[in-house]
Structure formats: C-alpha cells, structure tokens
C-alpha cells in the first residue's frame, strides 16, 4: 500500500532555556502509515507526543528552535522543505489543547479561516463549514466566541476545522480526552468509513480502539515501537505503563454527613437560546470524592464555577463543613474554602518559575520565606516537577497540570475541584495525585469524561445531562 505518513531516523533535541536544560528527546524514532490506516500512539505524560505531532506538521522546529535529524513525508514530499501553510490540504492538527490554536471571535468563521487563507469559493466555504460543525453536533453554536465554549466544545470545533479541509492526514494529539463517549466512538467509525488516514496520539487506554485501529505504537524513553493488541502482555503492558487505572480504587474516608451540600441551584447565561442549569440536590460526601460525568456542553464546568464561588448562582444555597456543621457560604468566602482546577491549565499558571507559582499563595497569606522554601520543595518533589527555576510557560502539558495541582495541594483548601484533571496526565498519574489531596482535604469533586476513571476514584458517580442532574 501506498505510504501516507512516513517518518525515518527522527531525533529532536530542544534548544537550552535559561534554567531548563533541554534533553534528547527522540532517538532513531521510525514511524510508517499506509493510506487509509488509522494508527494510535501511545505514551506517557512528558513523552514527546505532541512535540512528534507538531514535527510532523512543520510547526518544530521551525517556530520553536531545536536540532532535528531524519527524515519526515507526508504524500510523498517533505515536511521539512515546506512551509506549514503550505501543507494545509496534506495534514492538519488538532492541539491537545485547542485554546492554542483558536483565535477567531465565532466557530464558523474559525471553521472557515483555513478555507479562505486556500482561496475556495465562498458558497463552497459555507457549505464546508455548516456540513462539518452539524457532523460534530456543534451547528447550533456557530455564532458563539470559541473562547466561551466547554474544551469538550473547543475539541469539537477543532476537529470540525479539519473536516472542513479534508487533509489527506489527520494527526490528533489528545484529542480524545474531554470528548463524551458517543462522540469518541462516532469520531472513530466516521474517519474509518472516510478512509482517513490518522495518527491518534493518547495517555490513556480506551476499550474502543480496540476494533477500530489498524496499528498500534508505544512512545517510551525517546523509542517508538509497535505492539500487538488483544493478547495478555498487551493489558500488561497497558497497566505497567499507565494508560489504565490501578486495578484498587482509592480506598474511602468517607465520614458522617456532606463535605458540602448544594439545594435548588438555578443559572443561565443572558441571550436567546442561553444554556440554563438547574440542580436540585448534590452532595460531596465528607472526606471522600464525587464525580460528575455527561456530554460536552452538559454543564460540568458552569456547576463546579458555581460551587467554588467564581459564578453567582440565580437562586439557590450552597453550604460547607466548618467546624462541626454546615454553613451557608457565598461569594467570595467560597472561593476561600475552594479550589477549582482548571481544564486549561495556562489560566491559572502566570508567574516566570515553577518555585514563584508555587510560593506565591503561601506568600499572600503571610507565611515566613523560612518555612516557605522547604513546603515548595518537598511539593516539587511529590507533584514530579522540574527544577525550581524553570519557567512553566516552557513545561510540558502534562508538567503543567502537575504544577496547577501543586499550587492548590500548598494551599490547602478545604474541597477541591478536578475540572478533566486527568486530560494530559493519564490515569495512573492522575489516581496518584487524587491521593496525594485525598488525605488532606475534606472533599473531592472530579469531572471526567473517563467512566471507567470515576468508578475507581469515586464514591459516588452523578450524571448531568442538558444542565440537569440524571
């Protein structure tokens, strides 16, 4: 068959940072599919996969610096001896985190953009563009800001500007976290009846690659192999690597009574059509973890801004655990008492180094420098940060979310909520910093799009369903 994609003796190395000595990250790496073949790429946080995405599609080292050896093709011709916008029609990209890669101010202008930069005929653009956001059921949103959009939402809309394309190569580097079930399983069989050829990268197992990928790669300490699916050493592999959870849930804590009781929450945001939420009761048990699971664009996100005090609630009471009873907690107090996690960690990560990020709250509520230094460095150590002087803008997805963590695990809040707080860590990384909060807080809320992850972290499993709680 005919080579679509074809890597050969890759290595990349990343220029030295002030304070972040770059290692070698690819060795020999090989890498072939066939036109039509869908591959899946596994490996672990800080592994390189969206840094072989990103070689892959022109953008390192050519926006990043960085000595590259080997060789990348894609139909036939270099990547390297290309400009990216030129490569448009030949592979596209969806980021692990798509706010990088959506700058318009309107979902159908952003599915449009690419489009018109190839000069296609207006009418034909339109009908491009309203054809690929119905086929991710996100037409209704096409007047929308992506920026207001659920990442779920934002992932959506990515994929929808590579189906308006038609790339000859899809490269999906996390794509498949924050997306609910249905639309995972659908993604998969519309590209595999398309005959796309795609390089699926991921942190985690999910059972429906199974039947419907061709091949099957695992990126560790710089080196790509393939492995064969469906045989014993195969789960093995999976489980010691990471890309399935522990096979023991999180032991429970679970005292009397809630950590926080929500009753008769109402919210919509302003304009026709607005998304409106309505939760009657919820509870996060005391001393031990809730999850919440539902589509994208259910209201995970809008609920847990509610309950942290970053939205003001249209009616409804929120109550905590103080002392010996439940209070009634607003505003500001409540934000106080909370931490909410962000989906993107880059809205929460501001500061030049990884030691600033991490001492700055403990700063704000007065603590001596002397008793500052040593929490910081023992919480790198457990959170597996980089040195301290490295600057996060520089770090890893994965490394980021680590350090987003670490700041709140520092601060010690009394509930703390994980907005897809597995997405770029995979599981097993992932339980182990659930349990690294599990012994010092009094609740734990976790929004997942991982059934499989809530029902082994979770003592309780909720769904929320077109805002309302099922």
């Known amino acids: 068959m005919k080579s679509a994609l074809e890597v050969r003796g890759l290595s990349f190395r990343y220029p030295d940072y002030p304070n972040l000595r770059a290692a070698q990250l690819f060795r020999g790496l090989d890498l072939e599919l066939a036109e039509g073949e869908i591959g899946l790429l596994l490996g672990g946080p800080d592994s390189g996969k969206s840094t072989l995405c990103r070689i892959l599609t022109g953008l390192v080292p050519r926006f990043s610096g960085?000595?590259?050896?080997?060789?990348?093709?894609?139909?036939g011709r270099s990547v390297l001896d290309?400009?990216?916008?030129?490569?448009?029609?030949?592979?596209?990209?969806?980021?692990?985190?798509?706010?990088?890669?959506?700058?318009?101010?309107?979902?159908?202008?952003?599915?449009?953009f690419a489009l018109e930069s190839l000069g296609i005929p207006p009418a034909q653009i339109e009908r491009r563009v309203r054809t690929a956001l119905r086929g991710l059921g996100i037409l209704g949103l096409r007047r929308r800001d992506p920026q207001t959009l659920s990442g779920g939402e934002k992932k959506k809309l990515a994929l929808a500007c590579l189906q308006a394309v038609h790339p000859?190569?899809?490269?999906?580097?996390?794509?498949?976290?924050?997306?609910?079930?249905?639309?995972?399983?659908?993604?998969l069989e519309r590209l595999r009846a398309a005959g796309r050829t795609v390089l699926i990268t991921s942190a985690k197992?999910?059972?429906?690659?199974?039947?419907?990928?061709?091949?099957?790669?695992l990126l560790s300490s710089g080196r790509l192999q393939e492995i064969r699916p469906n045989t014993p050493a195969f789960r093995a592999l999976l489980r010691n690597e990471g890309f399935l959870p522990g096979l023991r849930p999180l032991p429970s804590r679970k005292g009397s009574g809630p950590a926080l009781e929500a009753e008769d929450l109402r919210f919509?945001?302003?304009?026709?059509?607005?998304?409106?939420?309505?939760?009657?009761?919820?509870?996060?048990?005391?001393?031990?973890?809730?999850?919440?699971?539902?589509?994208?664009?259910?209201?995970?996100?809008?609920?847990?801004?509610?309950?942290?005090?970053?939205?003001?609630p249209d009616r409804g009471r929120i109550r905590v655990r103080r002392g010996g009873g439940l209070e009634v907690v607003e505003g500001e107090e409540l934000s106080r008492l909370m931490a909410y996690i962000f989906q993107d960690p880059d809205l929460q990560i501001f500061l030049p180094?990884?030691?600033?990020?991490?001492?700055?709250?403990?700063?704000?509520?007065?603590?001596?420098?002397?008793?500052?230094?040593?929490?910081?460095?023992?919480?790198?150590?457990?959170?597996?940060?980089?040195?301290?002087?490295?600057?996060?803008?520089?770090?890893?997805?994965?490394?980021?979310k680590r350090l987003q963590a670490a700041v709140y695990h520092l601060l010690g809040k009394r509930i703390v909520i994980f907005?897809?707080?597995?997405?770029?860590?995979?599981?097993?990384?992932f339980t182990r910093l659930l349990g690294l909060f599990r012994s010092a807080v009094r609740g734990l809320l976790v929004i997942t799009q991982d059934l499989e992850l809530a029902s082994r972290v979770a003592d309780a499993t909720v769904r929320l369903q077109e805002g309302r709680l099922a």
């Not at 590259?68 to 139909?75: I, N, P, S, T, Y």
């Not at 059972?207 to 099957?216: A, I, K, P, T």
């Open 66 to 75: 960085g000595a590259l050896g080997g060789q990348v093709r894609v139909a």
């Open 82 to 112: 290309s400009s990216p916008f030129e490569r448009l029609r030949d592979i596209g990209l969806v980021f692990q985190n798509p706010s990088e890669q959506l700058f318009t101010a309107r979902c159908d202008a952003e599915a449009a």
């Open 168 to 187: 000859a190569v899809w490269v999906l580097d996390e794509t498949f976290e924050e997306l609910d079930a249905g639309t995972k399983l659908r993604l």
């Open 205 to 217: 197992w999910y059972e429906l690659f199974g039947d419907r990928v061709d091949r099957f790669f």
């Open 268 to 312: 919509g945001y302003p304009g026709e059509g607005g998304f409106n939420l309505r939760v009657e009761h919820l509870v996060i048990p005391r001393g031990g973890t809730l999850a919440i699971v539902g589509d994208n664009g259910s209201g995970k996100s809008t609920l847990a801004k509610i309950l942290c005090g970053l939205l003001v």
């Open 353 to 400: 180094t990884v030691e600033e990020e991490l001492a700055y709250g403990l700063r704000l509520q007065g603590l001596d420098e002397k008793m500052i230094a040593p929490r910081v460095a023992r919480t790198a150590a457990r959170f597996r940060l980089p040195r301290l002087l490295a600057p996060p803008a520089l770090l890893s997805y994965g490394a980021r």
């Open 419 to 429: 907005d897809e707080g597995d997405s770029g860590l995979g599981a097993a990384e």
